[in-house]
């Protein structure tokens, strides 16, 4: 089913690239020197960002196509309730993320406003560890919450 398939593809984009920035490359860029890091980061960040917006839009359409197909939110097992919340929450966060510290890092990097810009990268590195953590959580619900709940 093809609401299944950019549904997992946008999912596997979203928390795939959180896991790798957190995981992989937040330790990496840890020894560069505060210029070449954080603007790094800056970088990074607007070419993920854009990828995420649009995994969040199809998690959403998709999300909602599905729910539809198998006969609206009463007849859908609490698992995907969960899952939408989860997703509402993540959302809420990365909007907040994308409009307030992304915004603030790169106007920094620009400036050369290192310790402003590292203020906001470790709000940022804050709030993605979190919805990291939401992102796993949600594909465990996603995948097996029907066989637990």
């Known amino acids: 089913m093809l609401a299944i398939t950019f549904h997992l593809l946008a999912a596997v984009i979203w928390v795939g690239g959180m896991f790798f920035a957190y995981m992989a490359l937040r330790p990496a860029a840890g020894v560069l020197e505060p210029p070449m890091r954080l603007t790094l980061w800056s970088r990074t960040f607007k070419r ?12 959403f359409a998709t999300g ?8 609206g939110m009463g007849a859908v097992g609490p698992h995907v309730h969960i899952m939408l919340l989860i997703a509402i929450i ?21 400036n050369q406003d290192w310790a402003a810009a590292a203020k906001d ?12 953590m939401l992102g796993l959580l949600v ?6 919450g029907q066989y637990y709940l």
């Open 139 to 144: 594909t465990v619900v996603g995948s097996a």
């Open 90 to 110: 993540m959302m809420l966060m990365f909007m907040h993320v994308f409009f307030a510290p992304h915004k603030r890092l790169g106007r920094a990097v620009e």
């Open 64 to 71: 909602f196509w599905l729910i539809k197909l198998y006969g």
């Open 48 to 59: 993920f960002f854009p990828w995420v917006w649009l995994s969040a839009i199809t998690l």
């Open 121 to 132: 990268l470790n709000q940022i590195r804050l709030l993605i560890s979190i919805n990291l």
